[in-house]
């Protein structure tokens, strides 16, 4: 990731984004539930989800991340970029999983994501402010991700596709395409109030999202490290556009 020397404040660290945005009531349920990775985390949260992601609490990318799946009553099956593995003990898993990392670990909720043609797929929504201005929802995108990748991430061969392409290929109503356009929008920039509150100076972020197989909409995770859009240029010169305005006048001169 480039060096960033614009001036946009961030906030690191899946963790207390979590808890900065629990504390508001009206965002809460849209969070799954996050924690710091111990054993006895990681063994409440197979038998209540089943399904959950460990991932480096300051990370991007897509980079370490594990799918652990409960399988049966005491055998789990682990996921990563790396291929696949079977565990027949909780203590095991445990002790796999914090050998891969030398940083803090968070524990989040799975969420059984909904697909386009076969493919997971989460949103990314796209927020900006100039400089004393208000917060904007200057573009919301999708990445679809490979049916043998368990991350959506561009930089692990996900592919940015047009929001309106996938809610058609998803046999979407226009009053539903509608409804989600304007929950993706009226979410993002509750987010944004809420952590640009507890960090002044913050000027952009790059909110995933993901709706579930019932429709429930899901923050996935918080980027305001160094949000990247640089393959929009191609596919939405006009969106790309607008982005890239906004970020000039708080000093931010690529995309990438």
């Known amino acids: 990731m480039p060096h960033k020397s614009y001036k946009s404040k961030s906030i690191e ?11 508001y009531p009206h965002l809460k349920s849209y969070q799954p539930f996050t924690a710091k990775l111990d ?14 992601y460990v991932k480096p609490n300051k990370g991007s990318h897509g980079n370490g991340i594990f799918q652990v799946k409960k399988v049966e ?13 079977k565990f027949k003990q909780m203590t095991s898993l445990y002790r796999y999983l914090k050998s891969q990392s030398e940083t803090l670990l968070a524990i989040q909720q799975g969420i059984a994501l909904e697909k386009v043609k076969g493919n997971p797929y989460d949103i990314r929504a796209m927020v900006q402010r100039k400089p004393g201005g208000p917060w904007r929802t200057t573009g ?16 692990q061969g996900g592919r940015i596709v047009r929001l309106e392409k996938v809610f058609t290929s998803l046999g979407l109503t226009s ?7 304007r929950k993706l929008k009226e979410v993002s920039l509750a987010v944004a109030h809420a952590l640009s509150a507890k960090q002044p100076g913050m000027h952009e972020m790059g909110i995933d999202f993901a709706f579930d197989r019932r429709g429930k909409l899901w923050i996935i995770e918080v980027n305001s490290r160094h949000p990247q859009f640089h393959p929009l240029k ?13 970020a000039k006048s708080y000093g931010r001169t690529s995309a990438k």
Do not use: D, W
């Not at 009553?73 to 696949?84: C, D, M, P, V």
């Not at 009053?175 to 356009?181: A, F, V």
């Open 13 to 23: 660290g899946k963790l207390r984004v979590y808890r900065y945005l629990t504390a």
């Open 234 to 246: 191609e596919l939405h010169p006009k969106m790309y556009q607008r982005m890239m305005n906004l």
């Open 39 to 52: 054993k006895n985390q990681l063994n409440h949260c197979l038998q209540k989800y089943g399904l959950v």
């Open 140 to 155: 919301i995108f999708t990445k679809v991700g490979s049916k043998n990748k368990i991350v959506t991430n561009y930089s």
């Open 73 to 85: 009553k005491r055998q789990f099956r682990l996921r990563s970029t790396k291929g696949r593995k």
């Open 175 to 181: 009053k539903e395409r509608k409804q989600r356009y």
